[in-house]
């Protein structure tokens, strides 16, 4: 995961300079946030129930006019989950009694779409709607005790959000962006199956020139 983390974030560093060496062929933007994220559903019903404050996302945006723009969006979350000691099957006529903890880790990468209803206006709060679509990598490491296993694998994903960009004043291209995204994220491994979540965003945005 520290590779495929490190590979990202080269691909998004190589891809700012060389978005702010074009920047004057149209409007592009880097949205930087950190992320809380809560699991939902059967990701939290049967891996984590514990929010995940480990998190942060970015987005390289092109705008395409003063309402829709669209581009790359990358990230980082990471969950964990720590169970009392409890009994549990480990055979057809065997049982143990242990600890079991859940680590999870994932990096989205999207290609994202971002509606600003208001974005040919002044408005000193600028609300938008968002929608996007890609994979999900996903390191899953479960122990039971002292016995564990790990497994990398991709699940399809989608997103779905709602914020808010306040510039930092009447004319400025820059300012905070707060929202939030209901990420869909088709997974299936030792029988669980989805990780869903609901992630909380705050941050900055600029423009890249």
Not at 45 to 67: K, V
Not at 85 to 99: K, L
Request: proline share 4%; with cysteine; hydrophobic share 35%.
């Amino acid at each position: 995961m520290k590779k495929i983390i490190s590979s990202i974030c080269s691909v998004m560093i190589l891809s700012l300079f060389s978005l702010h060496a074009n920047g004057q062929k149209g409007e592009w933007k880097l949205d930087l946030n950190y992320n809380y994220s809560l699991p939902v559903g059967k990701f939290k019903n049967d891996l984590i129930s514990n929010g995940s404050p480990r998190g942060f996302n970015g987005a390289f945006m092109y705008h395409i006019n003063n309402n829709w723009s669209v581009g790359l969006e990358g990230g980082y979350q990471d969950y964990y989950q720590k169970y009392q000691r409890d009994v549990y099957q480990t055979g057809q006529h065997e049982v143990t009694s242990a600890v079991l903890s859940n680590s999870i880790q994932v990096v989205p990468v999207l290609l994202k779409a971002k509606f600003s209803p208001l974005g040919k206006t002044a408005a000193p709060v600028q609300p938008y709607i968002s929608g996007a679509a890609g994979v999900s990598l996903v390191d899953f490491s479960q122990y039971l005790g002292e016995f564990g296993s790990v497994t990398n694998n991709a699940g399809l994903t989608a997103q779905g959000g709602v914020g808010v960009v306040i510039p930092f004043g009447r004319y400025s291209l820059s300012g905070i962006n707060i929202g939030a995204d209901y990420n869909y994220i088709r997974y299936s491994n030792y029988g669980y199956s989805n990780l869903n979540n609901l992630g909380f965003h705050a941050g900055v945005t600029f423009p890249l020139r």
